[in-house]
């Protein structure tokens, strides 16, 4: 699969913010069907004494029509969720998006919606530091 245009912003950002990268591309199946998710990343939660799974699809939200950019990001997001339930129910899954898009468009009422409604998990992220900008549970 090819590497949307942040996905190693994103991957340094994880990094930075204390996160071990266990997947550069998160290969899974379920029955027949072939999965691949941007990242899989583990963290040391001291005080459970374990580890915190996640798994995040990196998104970048480049493409002339937002709406069509979310809506392929949610089709995504929505399988993915449903194949990890099966394959590895502890991971958490995210969608990575960037600021600017946060900030603007995600911030439209539907859209506000949507997330609310689907219960997205989503990382907030600045491309150009590299850093993580939020999490958003």
Do not use: C
């Amino acid at each position: 699969m090819a590497k949307d245009i942040y996905h190693d912003a994103v991957r340094e950002a994880l990094e930075k913010d204390g996160w071990i990268i266990t997947h550069d591309s998160f290969p899974f199946k379920v029955g027949e069907v072939g999965f691949f998710i941007d990242l899989g990343a583990e963290k040391l939660l001291v005080a459970e004494k374990g580890f915190e799974k996640i798994a995040v699809e990196v998104k970048s939200f480049i493409k002339s029509s937002p709406l069509n950019a979310f809506h392929e990001a949610l089709g995504q997001y929505e399988n993915y969720l449903l194949a990890l339930e099966d394959y590895e129910p502890d991971r958490i899954l995210y969608l990575a998006v960037p600021a600017n898009t946060f900030d603007g468009f995600f911030q439209k009422p539907f859209i506000q919606k949507v997330i609310n409604r689907r219960n997205l998990r989503i990382i907030v992220y600045e491309s150009s530091a590299k850093t993580i900008v939020q999490w958003i549970k």
